[in-house]
């Protein structure tokens, strides 16, 4: 299994390499040169198995001979012990044929700690091997930072450095990044928004003798590993609720496209999936273009869910390499264009989208409503990006095909939109509750790429 890059310039790489080195040189995304296929009776057979054994016979497939089959089963056990549920990822029933997918069960409350966790695990067993260290530079919109730390916290072979948006994260987002207290994980709060931190994380990755100086590694959404520990669960959950025998759909709040866009490689490898749904909040760049308006930045509007609060969509980027047929020189225009303010898509690529992705939005007062009509339909209390995946999934649902949301984050992560919609304030759960007598540690800094630069160099502790 070899991984290519979407923009063709890069060299072809393993699995390891691709997920050791993030963003590829020529400026693209990792994705497999082929998507391994599952068969109905494959699939099949994973009902009852455990989220375990799911994991491994789902993503065994792209490692190729990166681990082995011990070493890979030993790294998906350790991965998921630390989360507070048995089913790691359960579903629960909102009404007749839609079913919430919780994703808050990992140590950080959000689906990221799926791929963080693992990807932590992965890196571990890599580096240890190779007798080598790394740099890990990643922007946050709240999420990402706090399960990259957790993943990677006193790790000897890694430092960790997180950019997030000064001001622009919740309150607990921003204790989960500041309050670990080893020394190879930094959390710097830029003056900027979600997207500058994003710019200059690729810029650093751009700027090849920082890139090489420090062992520079990505594990942003970007980071093919991620992607596929997030294929995982779409097989999970449409086997729980009858697949292959049946069809499902998925709604999913998206930012980044790297949740949304695993839900298209579980389609591609044979999972029978009816519709995907993107869903996002106001800053809907990704709405519009799937409405066909074209691809064009807009500003980035702060919303109660602030994790889906971004412009550029990086894995939108595999998307389009996927609806421009494998077309790498088409991606690098587009991403060229997309430099300058933007792009249209082509009329065949469009029909590609379409046929693969459904979307809506949900304003910040439609987002709120949700959360309080749900509390009062169902007894659940829906973080607010789980919420704009609810509102929107309502939408698109059918009467004979069960619709799956998935809960991206708990709602204890975000009490402040969640008692402002609905009067509960959702308690953290019993393992965190000190949260907020920790103390903090944490840079503010410019978002100047040297000054970054520099205090990166300055404070690697491994
Ligand atoms: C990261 C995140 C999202 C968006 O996921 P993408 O993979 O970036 O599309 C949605 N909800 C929450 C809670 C998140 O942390």
């Given amino acids: 299994m070899k991984y290519i890059s979407t923009r063709g310039q890069a ?25 391994p296929q599952m068969s109905h009776e494959e ?40 989360f507070g549920h048995a089913a790691r ?15 808050f069960h990992g140590p950080t409350l959000a689906f990221k700690d799926f791929a963080m966790q693992l990807i932590g695990q992965l890196f571990q067993t890599a580096l240890e091997r190779r007798g080598d260290r790394v740099t890990i530079a990643g922007a946050t919109s709240g999420d990402t930072g706090s399960a990259a730390m957790e993943a990677f916290r006193g790790l000897s072979n890694v430092d960790v450095f997180i950019l997030y948006p000064h001001g622009r994260v919740s309150e607990v987002q921003r204790r989960q990044m500041t309050t670990p207290q080893d020394a190879n994980v930094h959390a710097l709060a830029v003056d900027g928004d979600f997207d500058d931190c ?61 949740d949304i866009f695993a839900g298209f490689i579980a389609k591609q490898m044979g999972l029978p999936i009816d519709q995907l749904v993107v869903a996002t909040n106001q800053n809907d760049i990704l709405h519009r273009c799937l409405s066909g308006e074209g691809y064009y930045k807009g500003e980035t509007k702060p919303s109660v869910s602030p994790s889906m609060d971004i412009q550029v969509s990086s894995n939108f980027e595999r998307a389009l390499f996927y609806a421009y047929g494998q077309d790498a020189g088409a991606v690098a225009q587009l991403m060229d264009e997309l430099a300058n303010g933007g792009f249209d898509v082509s009329q065949g690529a469009m029909q590609a989208l379409a046929d693969t992705y459904a979307s809506g939005r949900a304003s910040e007062e439609e987002t709120l409503a949700t959360i309080k009509s749900e509390v009062a339909a169902s007894g659940e209390l829906l973080c607010p990006h789980g919420a704009v995946g609810v509102k929107v999934a309502n ?14 984050a708990h709602p204890a992560k975000f009490p402040a939109a969640v008692e402002d919609a609905c009067g509960i304030h959702p308690p953290l759960p019993p393992r965190m509750a000190d949260l907020y007598e920790r103390s903090e540690r944490v840079t503010r800094i410019s978002s100047d790429l040297a000054t970054l630069e520099a205090h990166f160099r300055k404070n690697i502790a491994n």
């Fill in 198 to 258: 994003q710019a200059r994380v690729k810029d650093m990755f751009n700027d090849f003798d920082f890139r090489d100086g420090v062992k520079l590694a990505g594990v942003n959404s970007i980071n093919i590993a991620r992607v596929l520990a997030q294929v995982v669960y779409y097989f999970s959950a449409a086997v729980s609720l009858g697949a292959p025998g049946r069809k499902v759909s998925f709604t999913v709040p998206t930012g980044n496209f790297g």
């Fill in 395 to 408: 939408e698109h649902r059918k009467a004979d095909v069960p619709m799956i949301t998935l809960a991206t």
């Fill in 89 to 103: 990822a359960p579903l629960k029933q909102l009404s007749p044929n839609h079913f919430l997918l919780e994703l």
């Fill in 11 to 35: 060299p072809e790489l393993t699995f390891e390499d691709a997920m050791l080195t993030g963003l590829a040189r020529d400026g693209g995304l990792y994705v497999p040169s082929e998507i």
């Fill in 43 to 82: 699939i099949a057979a994973l009902a009852g198995l455990s989220y375990e054994e799911t994991a491994y016979r789902v993503m065994r497939p792209f490692v190729g001979d990166s681990f082995t089959d011990e070493e890979f089963r030993a790294i998906i056990d350790r991965t998921y012990a630390g």
